[in-house]
């Protein structure tokens, strides 16, 4: 009860300074993470994987990826904000279910644009608040998730319901041009290479996560910068 008021009011403090990149009103529940977790959760364990969290903030995914890990998993977290990374740090020290997983976790303070791998992940769970950056840094942010992403890999992203309607209908010119680039960018996507898309109900507010896999065929069109890259 202590950690989960301590995780809101840490992120609040965030929101109010950094809403464009936080982006949420409040973290994800653990029936957000749950879903978010749902193909980590059945993959077979006796398989070591790679995993790429992005976007942690405060850690509620996290803590349900941690639960999810088998020993010789590999835990990489990308996060932009400084804060949240050292409230990440302080409960890899802190919490003896943190603590245990502390050698198979790598954690890198920078943007997903500027992180690079030389090995690709099995699976990529994104919290970034895609609604909220430009179109450019969309198709960016969508082309690092499978450039990263190996063959076969799943990624599995979350966004809150009815956002862009909503914005699209709000606003007009240069606005609403953005947002249905966005619309437009990530429903090609999902016909490229969406695989299932769940409602996540009890969540401030409800989301839809999405997930896809990277097929050998989006493989090598991402090799010969064909699709993918501009809608
Ligand atoms: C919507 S919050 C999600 C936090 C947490 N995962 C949750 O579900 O409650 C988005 C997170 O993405 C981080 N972020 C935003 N832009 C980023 C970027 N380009 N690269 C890495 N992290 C970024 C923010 O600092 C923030 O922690």
């Known amino acids: 009860m202590y950690r989960t008021l301590q995780s809101h009011f840490a992120f609040f403090s965030q929101v109010r300074t950094q809403f464009a990149t936080t982006g949420a009103i409040a973290p994800s529940s653990r029936f957000l993470a749950a879903a978010m977790t749902r193909f980590l959760a059945v993959r077979n364990t006796q398989i070591p994987v790679r995993i790429l969290e992005i976007g942690p903030g405060t ?4 803590n349900r990826i941690l639960q999810l890990l088998s020993p010789d998993d590999q ?3 990308v996060e932009l904000n400084p804060d949240f990374v050292k409230l990440i740090q302080t409960r890899f020290h802190s919490e003896a279910n943190w603590a245990k997983a502390h050698h198979q976790t790598t954690i ?3 943007s997903l644009q500027q992180f690079q791998s ?3 992940f099995d699976f990529i769970i994104s919290s970034l608040p895609l609604n909220n950056f430009s179109a450019t840094v969309v198709d960016e942010l969508v082309h690092a998730y499978f450039n990263l992403l190996r063959d076969g890999g799943t990624l599995s992203y979350f966004e809150y319901m009815y956002v862009r309607p909503i914005r699209k209908g709000l606003t007009r010119g240069a606005e609403q041009q953005r947002i249905t680039h ?7 996507q999902y016909r490229a290479t969406g695989v299932q898309r769940d409602n996540v109900w009890l969540n401030l507010p409800p989301a839809w996560v999405q997930h896809h896999r990277k097929s050998e065929v989006t493989a090598q069109e ?8 501009n809608a």
């Open 59 to 62: 850690a509620p995914v996290t």
């Open 75 to 77: 835990l990489h977290l």
């Open 222 to 229: 991402l090799k010969t910068n064909k699709v993918l890259v």
């Open 182 to 188: 966005i619309e437009h960018r990530l429903a090609e």
């Open 118 to 120: 030389e090995e690709p």
């Open 108 to 110: 890198h303070q920078l």
